[in-house]
């Protein structure tokens, strides 16, 4: 055989094993499927699908590690270069250049080879073991970009900005608090054990497993029915936390490039700088690009063509991501909030169809690549070529996050009761608590790289965390609330009717102002926020009434005009009135089955102008309620409650 | 800064890069959709989308070949290996070992680089032009899978099956004779030009090239409802010719490989084993694969939970694909397969919502990757870095399919027709001749293994062909309707009812064995195929009527129950009775609207054991119309047709 055609072999091996992996990772993911659907149909609780993949992933990683053999491929070549050819950075490819093949008339044969990764040294891997080891990029560019946009495009917005203030206090300053906590006990564990640790691999490594996870026991809590207040603060806090994480390792690698050794002011105020600015980036592309779909999808009649509509919603979306990565941004964080504006203002500008295709498209995606991250998890155990395992380390870091979580959850909790109205139960907080879930976030940050010491022992223990929290206490959540009596079954809002504030303020400002509460001044924000998103951004970016027209002062009519749609003069598409946050929670996860006549229900009449303003922002777009604890809920979610407190229109 | 750190940053530029170009990628892409949009809102019809992708496309790749600069980022490092180190084959990766590092408390640093591909000595590319340009494995393992599977999902089985005989003539026996013919032309040529391009070469460049390409033409066709012979004849050649194409240019590199030099008797019959093999073998594995699914969608009830019943589905029919490559056959051709078998039984089983989910999310994926990939073969006119432009070359390659479309068509054609009742009409062959676009799959074919100077003279001359075909053909396929004078605004089915050979020949054999016609032996074993399917198949794999137990012999009863569900017994369900090929043709681009109606009226009344078995048959599975041309439509396709035909029920 010449050379060209050893050549043509060598591709098409390494193809070969390439598509035996992928299809031996598809063969456990159906494993899992069925199994799931075996649990559902058997009404088994005691593992939860995330474990479920990871469990079947570490038996596969393991067959793949112990049975395969390093020798059936080519060997990797080893070569030393010397420092002088990079003399500022390594080279991202390289060609080598095999000289001239005496049978064939060609002249010369170049290999090129890419730029992987920074590897251990020595290290002889099986070509299957090669291939199952996926380039971290692939989590974050294909797989975590879509659980994120679904988790912020399925938001049950509603109960979300009713707690918003407790959700934020928990995600930032519980994340960093949580980070502080780990960090420190690190320190100073390592230090007894004598492990090469630094102070700033201590905090990147506290920022990395602090972020939650959000799939688990969300998934459980949605199955149970479980009170929506807990509900929002796991599932808020677990969502926001992982931006923050991000953000926060990111800073942390940005102050140790500044700062060396020791603590230095102006390091730790330039990664300040860094947090907030990624941010603040991060939700300015997010929410820009939502907008800006809203625009589109409003403006055009694009709605006309479901399947060309729903490629540019999935498409912007999915740019939202590439957008904040270029400018060197964090992608995911950008993600959420593309997500979140999409569901508030876009979809209401949606067909009928298309809104239903965006919604199982994101299910189904989501529903893929979380399976699969958890089952990639599992395989890694075994198969990843970086990690190093420290059984003192291991434990070190499971006495850290515990006592983080503890100095997050319970000092957070206490203060935030001394403002609520309505306390954070302790039953409550003990399940947050216990709802401290590491997964894929986690281990997606501690594998993206893998050069030093430091980071090898990071990633082994992350894995180990994630491996336990997720069967473990994924496992006994159900026990575990049962243990806690904190109420399941609970119906969408019943929680709202059952206790004694029920003040309908309905969506305008001026109701508001009239509730004075101790925190007017946050109140006072919030409102003002509130008033503007109903009177010019859901007038501007969707096809809901009211109109610019009816909203903006006199002196603008004519743009406001320009602004309106004939959609929006006539009103009379009746899925345009929809309350679109309804429909969100209808949706999520197939569950709430027997609301789906609350969308028809709550269909305004045609407008006319005769009618009072606020009764109309009442009727219309009411899902902007972006209040707090003490706010009630809107006229059209009452409808279709069971029992006494239903049916009170 | 330290070493780590340049390789952290060295890391960070390469992915800024990625996210810059999959950006840019994105958003010519929502260019496209929005330009499509406007082209339909304005029933503007002269450019079709995937001519506009390309052009978009082009556009990009100027900009970004002549307008970065090359040396923006680290050069790539030129290695010159002695042959010794690889003495059977080229090593798979390549590990850099940096040496200690100074500055750090680390002992070595290795970097890793993976075989990416054979290239052209000596070429220096900007960052941005390489990150454009992506394996051709991503075309192979992401957007082809789609594209054909969904071919093969959506296919309008009636037509194709009606129509079978002339399909497969000019699938296989056209595109052999195509890749004859080119090949010769250019042979012939080539020795003209005293271009460097051997006889294997010529016939390899003859198979991929003769791929035609299903996308344009047949979206206007659809557009147009162009007459369903036509319509059937354009599809199959085109869907089946792709997989032939394939799989000839693999028996042909199979031939070389045994044949060095000149003819030998035994390197042909090798190749022409692989031929068979590759075919039958992916056939094997797509059927198998789709059948299995069938059952687990049949003995599960897993269509309680329609998310994981889309997930199993969508799963299943990509493990397909990795199932075939990882064999070593063609994964592309066990994807159509499939697709067809999942449609013909797997569809009847789904929950009416995985119907609409799995049916909606192919017809997105199969948008988004025809159109990217015609948005790629537009930029990688400029920047594919492995080209080599020849004007005589690329003439010579136009010269040659124009006579080699023009024998594979007319003589075929005529061929054809004396066996065929029912006529090719010459309107029917002119147009035929003219819809020989050449698309992905030649495009893919021809980058896939850019090792030698002729396979670069391919790659130059397939862009050229693929441009000018789709955007010129493409674009004169409205004007060319008009021109031949066929009839276009045709309803389903309209075309069966005028002619005369209306014998309604229901399911049994003993109906077809007592329509004689000369064609009888192919007519028996298509027949017996057909009742084999009815009988067998279809009550083994889907939950249709008649049962397993209804239809097989008495000795078999036990083992016929078992294989009968409780749903297919009661039959209670009126999904599964709708004709799934009638759902095809509904949804196919969302154009026949107004017949979804069929599906509902063609339900059966439970069934009665009284009634005879044959009228059973009639009514309930009726897709399984595996006939010629001769054989006419069922029943139930009759009740909706509009005019003095229709209503004869």
Chains 1, 2 share one sequence.
Not at 213 to 227: E, G, N, R, W, Y
Not at 355 to 378: C, I, M, S
Request: aromatic share 12%; proline share 3%; hydrophobic share 45%.
């Amino acid at each position: 055989m010449s050379v060209a055609m050893e050549e043509e072999e060598q591709v098409l091996t390494v193809h070969k094993t390439d598509s035996a992996t992928i299809l031996i990772l598809l063969g456990i993911l159906l494993l899992t499927i069925l199994t799931i659907w075996l649990f559902k149909h058997r009404r088994l609780r005691f593992v939860h699908e995330s474990g479920l993949s990871m469990i079947y992933g570490m038996i596969v990683g393991m067959v793949i590690r112990y049975g395969s053999s390093a020798s059936t491929e080519t060997p990797e070549v080893m070569l030393t270069g010397n420092r002088t050819f990079h003399a500022f950075q390594p080279p991202s490819s390289l060609i080598l250049n095999l000289g001239p093949d005496e049978n064939s008339t060609e002249k010369t044969h170049s290999l090129k080879y890419n730029l992987w990764g920074i590897v251990n040294e020595n290290e002889q891997m099986a070509p299957i073991v090669r291939a199952v080891t996926f380039d971290p990029e692939f989590f974050f560019n294909i797989m975590l970009p879509f659980i994120i946009f679904e988790a912020g495009y399925s938001m049950k917005r509603r109960h979300f900005f009713r707690n918003f203030g407790a959700i934020m206090t928990y995600a930032f300053i519980g994340t960093t608090i949580s980070c502080c906590v780990v960090g420190g006990i690190m320190y100073g564990l390592t230090r007894l054990m004598e492990i090469k640790f630094s102070l700033n691999d201590c905090f990147f490594f506290g920022a990395i497993i602090s972020a939650t996870d959000p799939v688990t026991v969300l998934a459980i809590f949605s199955d149970l029915k479980v009170d929506v207040d807990l509900f929002a603060f796991v599932f808020g806090e677990s969502v926001l936390n992982d931006a923050v994480a991000i953000v926060l390792s990111e800073s942390v690698e940005t102050y140790g490039q500044y700062a060396s050794t020791g603590f230095s002011a102006n390091a730790f105020f330039k990664s300040l700088g860094s947090f907030v600015g990624i941010f603040a980036g991060a939700f300015a592309i997010g929410a820009f690009i939502g907008c800006l779909t809203a625009v589109i999808s409003k403006f055009t009649k694009i709605r006309d063509f479901p399947l060309l509509e729903t490629a540019l919603f999935f498409l912007m979306s999915y740019s939202t991501f590439q957008a904040a990565e270029a400018a060197g941004l964090t992608g995911i964080v950008a993600v959420l909030f593309c997500g979140i504006t999409q569901a508030h203002y876009t979809f209401n500008n949606l067909s009928l169809e298309s809104k239903q295709r965006t919604k199982q498209l994101f299910e189904l995606t989501n529903f893929l690549a979380e399976n699969f991250v958890f089952l990639y998890v599992g395989v890694s155990i075994f198969t990843f070529h970086a990690q190093k395992w420290h059984a003192g380390f291991i434990l070190s870091t499971f006495l850290a996050i515990i006592v983080a979580r503890f100095c997050n959850i319970y000092p957070l909790s206490l203060l935030l009761n001394l403002g609520r109205r309505k306390k954070i139960k302790s039953s409550f907080m003990n399940m947050m608590m216990f709802s401290g879930l590491r997964g894929a976030i986690a281990f997606a940050l501690s594998i993206r790289n893998t050069s030093s010491e430091a980071r090898r022992l990071m990633v082994s223990s992350t894995m180990m965390v994630v491996l336990v929290t997720v069967v473990i206490c994924g496992g006994f959540t159900t026990p575990m609330l049962q243990w806690l009596q904190i109420r399941v079954g609970v119906e969408e809002d019943q929680e709202g009717a059952t206790d004694g504030s029920s003040i309908r303020t309905g969506g305008s400002t001026i109701e508001i102002s009239q509730v004075k509460k101790p925190r007017d001044a946050k109140a006072w924000l919030v409102a003002q926020w509130h008033s503007f998103d109903v009177r010019f951004m859901k007038p501007f970016l969707t096809n809901c009434r009211p109109t610019l027209m009816e909203t903006s002062p006199a002196c603008c009519m004519p743009l406001a005009r320009l602004l309106t749609t004939d959609e929006q003069l006539q009103g009379s598409d009746p899925t345009k009135d929809a309350d679109s946050d309804i429909d969100m929670i209808i949706d999520h996860r197939e569950l709430s089955i027997g609301e789906d006549t609350i969308s028809t229900v709550s269909q305004t009449k045609p407008y006319t102008s005769t009618e009072p303003a606020s009764q109309a922002y009442r009727d219309d777009c009411a899902s902007g309620d972006l209040g707090m604890g003490q706010r009630e809920d809107h006229l059209n979610v009452r409808v279709n409650l069971p029992g006494p407190q239903g049916h009170r229109l």
